[in-house]
């Protein structure tokens, strides 16, 4: 067996039927991350015959004086097979060594649990402490159990079982985001496919908080097949929203009138109703206030607003959310839940067996800062898969060894 550059051609053969690959182990994703400052390369693992055991996409990072590469959902490979392990390797670390490499750094896709949506235990890989010893004999140092993003690709993910006709998926959404789904209907925003010119929605409801440019965005859009990449936005009708508040705010008008009537004829014994008609009286001001609102969005956007927005890619069987966005004035009107909704029952028509939702952060640390972002996709009744983490394998020790001491000595001029 030796170790081979791949081609292009070559490499998508072999991830058209090796099942375990995600979306970050395509040549596509090569091809995108290229305009991101990466250099990429394909090595497989050959027998005699050309066949492909194993391969991977190596993203190369040129930093200065030095090479680092990197493996987002590590080599597409059996990791229960020892022996091919081994090899591959062995093969890597020559090759990369002989490239000026210091390291590469890998996320492989291996689960050590997953939880359900109260977050007990629903499978555990009894085989997890085996691969982790396989890695570490071979010279992988495991950089721990991240909490948060701190690894190539989130260490949790929520993905949604879509195995199941899109009713029965809409019964098991959490009861609160049922409601804000009929409500972000009811108020009128629709979903609408959208196209490469739309991308700069997701872009500037994005910018703010992931590092990835427009450009980013338009090249998944130009590089992955028109078949695997859609994009979806949700966008707020202002005339329906007016309507609908206009409509609220006289039902709460005429309730209000009716309890004023009440009052007039019982001036005795009438707290009841008092309570009552306070509270009338504050459900009125607020829909006058959401009025004026409403009646100024209408003005200003007589076209309506794009609230939220998703960019979707297919890979075999599974559909990923590769990114998302919203406006954040105005969260409170639900878009992103009716986007979300819209897209499960779309695909679990089209019979895709799975929607991953992309990262979480773990779930059982206490007091998470990114509790919010973990209920959100979990209430959609996704699972919570908690994966193996990031590996660094040493390449080249002269190298590295300098690289090292130079964030050693930026870390001392930065105090």
């Keep these: 067996m030796v170790l081979k550059e791949l081609t292009t051609q070559e490499f998508k053969n072999f991830t058209s039927i090796f099942k375990q690959n995600s979306i970050y182990q395509t040549a596509e994703y090569g091809l995108v991350m290229n305009h991101q400052n990466f250099d990429s390369v394909f090595l497989g693992l050959v027998d005699s ?11 190369i990072e040129q930093n200065e004086k030095y090479k680092y590469a990197y493996v987002p959902k590590g080599f ?49 890989n009894e085989e997890f402490n085996q691969i ?4 570490t004999k071979l010279g992988f140092e495991h950089l721990g159990y991240s909490h948060f993003f701190e690894d190539l690709k989130p260490r949790f993910e929520a993905v949604i079982d879509l195995n199941y006709p899109y009713y029965y998926l809409f019964q098991n959404i959490k009861k609160q985001f049922k409601t804000k789904i009929r409500s972000a209907s009811n108020n009128g925003i629709t979903i ?19 590092p990835r440019n427009l450009e980013y965005f338009k090249d998944c859009f130009k590089y992955w097949n028109s078949n695997n ?14 309507s609908k508040i206009q409509k609220i705010y006289q039902d709460k008008e005429i309730i209000r009138n009716n309890l004023n009537v009440e009052l007039s004829k019982n001036r005795e014994n009438n707290a009841k109703l008092i309570t009552k008609k306070m509270e009338a009286d504050k459900e ?50 639900n878009a992103k839940h009716l986007l979300i909704w819209k897209l499960m029952e779309q695909y679990s028509k089209q019979e895709f067996k799975k929607f991953n939702l992309g990262g979480i952060t773990d779930i059982l640390y206490p007091n998470n800062p990114y509790k919010g972002l973990n209920d959100f996709k979990t209430n959609f009744h996704a699972l919570v898969l908690e994966y193996i983490g990031d590996f660094e394998l040493v390449t080249n020790n002269k190298i590295y060894f300098m690289h090292q001491k130079s964030k050693e000595i930026k870390h001392i001029l930065k105090r």
């Design 132 to 135: 982790l010893n396989n890695l």
């Design 49 to 59: 015959n050309n066949d492909i055991l194993a391969a991977a996409l190596f993203l």
């Design 192 to 210: 609408y496919k959208g196209n490469e010119e739309d991308l700069k929605y997701l872009y500037i409801q994005t910018k703010q908080k992931y």
């Design 284 to 333: 009125v001001n607020k829909y006058h206030n959401l009025l004026i609102k409403a009646t100024k969005l209408l003005t200003e956007n007589p076209t309506g607003i794009v609230l939220a927005s998703a960019l979707i890619l297919k890979e075999h069987d599974t559909v990923y959310l590769l990114m998302d966005g919203y406006e954040v004035k105005y969260k409170q009107l």
């Design 76 to 124: 597409l490979i059996d990791y229960h097979n020892q022996n091919l392990l081994s090899i591959y390797v062995k093969e890597i670390k020559n090759y990369f060594k002989k490239h000026g490499i210091a390291a590469v750094r890998i996320n492989p896709p291996i689960l050590k649990a997953t939880y359900d949506l109260k977050y007990n235990v629903v499978t555990k």
């Design 229 to 242: 990449v859609e994009f979806y936005y949700a966008k707020l009708d202002t005339n329906i929203f007016l």
